[in-house]
């Protein structure tokens, strides 16, 4: 699934994919997605897209457009057409879902049965599952709303407010370990779950209460945490690691692989802080192995975090796996 990690842009809406898509299969669209900043570079700078003779609101596919596709777009267009299929929603170039959107309609539906049970308004909804976008953006996007009403199988929100208790998760058959994290990233790459054989929680980041309710046969694989490594990603796992030690069950971190990708504690949008005022910011170091000590400690001095999302979970479970940090 190599060239999904290239769609990440908001250029990259479901309307542009279906138009790429009708370049390659048709060698030609009447979609109007000039205007798109990456598709006027490949109309302007390369010779894969051009504009028909003649008639400048036909796009043509170039001599060397159908190798491009299929090396960068195909394998993307395929996935999300078949998850359209498999959750009853029309793939039609009036959707207008961003590649977000529809990773988390991927979440929404493989999570279905959970949410539809523990639903709140939809102001709430929204500012929790589409988190990117904030709790009016399901008001204001009606292709988007429509496909959750649709997946979740209801008519309309409840209409009064209350605290939203979910457990989204990505299931694999026969598993080989769960992998709980604390944000929803790695769930909006479901080709994770296939690839490493293991099912992916996100229990909601502070909303750790739900694994009170985990059978015990969930909790008989191997357990892993996948979190920022600040303050406040660190203080939930040792949250959740007490949680499950009352269970019996030991969870392990997952240790972010070398080279780490830091970046400064006072990066844009980043609220998490370490408390320089206690000891190991106040962390209990029984809760982290030497070489995870050592990792935090770097991280304190420097004034440093780790990102989630900036590591690529196949690479980290497996040198967590393998013992290699």
Not at 280 to 295: D, H, I
Request: net charge neutral; charged share 30%.
């Amino acid at each position: 699934m190599k060239s999904l990690k290239k769609l990440h842009s908001k250029d990259f809406t479901w309307p542009v994919l279906k138009a790429l898509n009708d370049l390659y299969e048709k060698k030609k669209t009447a979609a109007k997605i000039q205007n798109v900043d990456y598709i006027r570079y490949l109309i302007t700078q390369t010779d894969l897209i051009v504009y028909k003779k003649g008639n400048t609101k036909v796009l043509v596919a170039g001599d060397d457009y159908e190798k491009y596709y299929e090396d960068n777009f195909q394998s993307a267009y395929q996935y999300y057409y078949n998850f359209f299929q498999k959750a009853d929603i029309r793939p039609d170039g009036g959707k207008n879902f961003t590649e977000e959107d529809i990773r988390t309609l991927m979440v929404i539906y493989e999570s279905r049965n959970e949410l539809r049970g523990n639903l709140s308004n939809i102001e709430d909804f929204s500012g929790k599952i589409f988190d990117y976008a904030g709790s009016k953006y399901l008001k204001s996007r009606n292709s988007v709303r429509n496909a959750v009403l649709k997946i979740l199988d209801i008519y309309e929100f409840p209409q009064t407010s209350k605290d939203l208790q979910y457990r989204l998760v990505v299931d694999y058959p026969n598993p080989k370990a769960i992998i709980l994290c604390e944000n929803k990233s790695f769930l909006k790459q479901p080709w994770n779950a296939t690839e490493l054989e293991v099912k992916l929680w996100h229990v909601g980041g502070n909303n750790i209460a739900i694994l009170d309710d985990i059978d015990e046969m969930e909790l008989a694989y191997p357990i892993y945490y996948s979190c920022d490594w600040d303050f406040h990603g660190l203080t939930i796992f040792q949250r959740i690691k007490s949680k499950l030690k009352n269970r019996g069950v030991e969870i392990k971190i997952l240790t972010p692989a070398l080279p780490h990708q830091c970046l400064p504690s006072d990066s844009f949008m980043h609220k998490s802080r370490w408390n320089y005022i206690v000891d190991f910011s106040g962390l209990n170091r029984k809760a982290f192995s030497l070489k995870e000590q050592e990792l935090i400690a770097k991280l304190i001095k420097e004034d440093l975090w780790i990102e989630e999302e900036s590591n690529v979970l196949k690479e980290m479970y497996y040198h967590n796996l393998n013992g290699i940090y």
